[in-house]
């Protein structure tokens, strides 16, 4: 069985995402509905620092970069990071506890799979800690269970998501695109968004089999076309999310008539995505909605970017433990 050193840590970085597309259908009979998405990463992240702890202790802390809010955090068991730490011990047979360290820069219950992002990082911070080695594949599966964002956090870049979101084939992209992130001040929570569609729709939801916008959007990502890509943007979430939460309809309208090339709730929101064509065009359009929003609410990203991945290890100092220090089986794995 694995076993931790004594003063070792490990911290692993996970990306937000925005959702280029965002199709829903009806309802399934497990209450969750078919999407077919297509995921991009986001610079904007969330870094968990994990360090050993006695058996059966898990603890969580919470910091934020960038005045992000972290009150709405919950701080006990239900905590998906913290989630993720025990399912990955429990189906390794790690024994050990974690304390795990969350520094977020994504906005809470905004639409960009912020929790999602941490449970992608413990999953990776602590394989890492606890040397168990399970490998993209497992821990993908163990992400599955965990929420159907998980997986895309944990794999990143730009990938086509169906099922509930959890199956993803990666997109080829030949750009880096430009974002600026509009949150709100409250969240919005993402099942009484669904339910909001289903009431919209009257427990419609779209098509599927139809892929004529899955194809706008890949064709705008190989041709690396900001513009094309604008045109392509599409979340069958808006009007529910709008219906929920009515000044996003200002928010996206204000967006577009300040620069932006298009623009988009995130997933169920209620932050939205705009998309620039540049760099500088989307510092130009930030600066432009600082003033109308707060600078605290306004934030530029690049997309695509990389999935969970191990940022810092740091060895132990001392083992103290003679029996493991002669068994390298039972060291942690810090690579990096
Ligand atoms: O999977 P996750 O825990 O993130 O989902 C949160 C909630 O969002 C679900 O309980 C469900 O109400 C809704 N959801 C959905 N269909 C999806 C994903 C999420 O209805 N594909």
């Known amino acids: 069985m694995p076993s931790p050193a004594p003063g070792a840590a490990v911290?692993?970085?996970?990306?937000a995402k925005v959702n280029l597309l965002l199709q829903v259908g009806p309802r399934r009979d497990d209450g969750f509905h078919d999407l077919l998405t297509v995921f991009q990463a986001l610079s904007l992240h969330e870094d968990v620092t994990a360090?050993?702890?006695?058996?059966?202790?898990?603890?969580?802390?919470?910091?934020?970069?960038?005045?992000?809010?972290?009150?709405?955090?919950?701080?006990?068991?239900?905590?998906?990071?913290?989630?993720?730490?025990?399912?990955l011990a429990e189906r390794t047979g790690t024994t050990t506890g974690v304390d795990l360290h969350l520094h977020k820069g994504v906005p809470v219950a905004g639409g960009m799979a912020g929790g999602s992002a941490d449970a992608a990082?413990?999953?990776?911070?602590c394989d890492a800690l606890w040397g168990t080695r399970l490998g993209l594949e497992r821990l993908?599966?163990?992400?599955?269970e965990l929420g159907s964002d998980v997986p895309f956090a944990l794999h990143g870049r730009t990938a086509v998501g169906t099922g509930r979101g959890e199956r993803l084939v990666p997109v080829m992209t030949t750009a880096t695109f430009s974002w600026v992130l509009v949150t709100s001040p409250a969240g919005l929570s993402t099942p009484a968004v669904f339910r909001e569609f289903d009431r919209l729709t009257g427990d419609g939801g779209s098509d599927l089999t139809d892929v004529t916008r899955l194809r706008a959007v890949e064709t705008a990502l190989r041709a690396g076309d900001p513009g094309q890509l604008g045109a392509a943007l599409h979340n069958d979430l808006t009007e529910a999310a709008v219906s929920l939460a009515p000044r996003l309809a200002a928010t996206l309208a204000g967006g577009r008539a300040a620069g932006a090339l298009a623009a988009v709730v995130s997933g169920s929101g209620p932050t939205v995505a705009l998309l620039?064509?540049?760099?500088?065009?989307?510092?130009?359009?930030?600066?432009?909605?600082?003033?109308?929003h707060g600078a605290g609410r306004v934030r530029t990203a690049t997309a695509p970017v990389l999935g969970a991945h191990v940022l810092e290890a740091v060895r132990a100092t001392a083992v103290t433990d003679h029996a493991s220090a002669r068994r390298p089986d039972l060291q942690p794995d810090l690579r990096p």
């Open 121 to 125: 990082a413990a999953l990776v911070a």
């Open 51 to 87: 360090t050993p702890a006695p058996a059966g202790r898990w603890d969580v802390r919470v910091s934020g970069t960038d005045g992000t809010d972290v009150r709405a955090v919950p701080l006990d068991g239900s905590n998906l990071a913290v989630r993720a730490a025990r399912l």
């Open 11 to 15: 911290t692993a970085r996970a990306p």
């Open 140 to 144: 993908g599966e163990l992400a599955a």
């Open 276 to 292: 620039a064509a540049s760099p500088a065009a989307a510092a130009q359009l930030a600066a432009a909605l600082a003033d109308e």
